[in-house]
């Protein structure tokens, strides 16, 4: 990675499905094509959860789900909008499917259990790291790796997801 890149994080506590969902809606706001999001963590932490809300704020119509028998599912909103789950394929098996065609193409990716295929993502993203606390809330992990992804993190560190600047 390269050492000028640069990178921040953020701690987002999600205490309810809500919280998760302003989360998703303060980054589908942001939105590009071409953008990559990661989201992982245990079974059952959210990821699909944030994803069906930031499908939703990108102005997909219909119902957004679990992608992980089918690996990719394309979706049309203001732009494309491209699930990923990779929960189970390898990463040779990944590298065959071409994914650079989605990374770097028209639309917004969310990648589920994208530490599967680390070697495969770009080195621009917004990493998202989610953990069960034991009270039930969620810490959401915040990393921006290279711009813009940097000052998103940098702005919910500061303003929180009601920051609409
Ligand atoms: N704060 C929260 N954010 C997201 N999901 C939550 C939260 N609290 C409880 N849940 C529950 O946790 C589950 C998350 O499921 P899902 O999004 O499918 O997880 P994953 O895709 O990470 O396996 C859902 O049943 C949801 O209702
Ligand atoms: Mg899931």
Request: net charge negative.
């Amino acid at each position: 990675m390269a050492q000028s890149m640069p990178q921040q994080v953020a701690d987002y506590t999600s205490h309810n499905l809500e919280d998760t969902e302003r989360l998703a809606a303060f980054l589908a706001s942001r939105a590009f094509p071409g953008m990559m999001i990661t989201l992982d963590g245990d079974l059952g932490a959210g990821k699909t959860h944030f994803s069906k809300a930031f499908a939703r704020h990108l102005d997909v119509p219909g119902l957004v789900n679990s992608p992980t028998f089918t690996i990719i599912k394309e979706y049309e909103g203001r732009m494309p909008f491209y699930h990923m789950d990779v929960y189970r394929i390898t990463e040779d098996e990944a590298a065959e499917l071409g994914l650079d065609e989605y990374f770097f193409g028209q639309g917004a990716t969310l990648v589920e259990w994208s530490s599967r295929i680390e070697d495969l993502l770009p080195e621009q993203r917004l990493s998202l790291q989610l953990t069960v606390n034991e009270d039930d809330s969620r810490t959401i992990r915040c990393t921006g790796y290279g711009e813009p992804y940097a000052d998103w993190c940098a702005d919910l560190k500061q303003n929180g997801v009601n920051d609409n600047s």
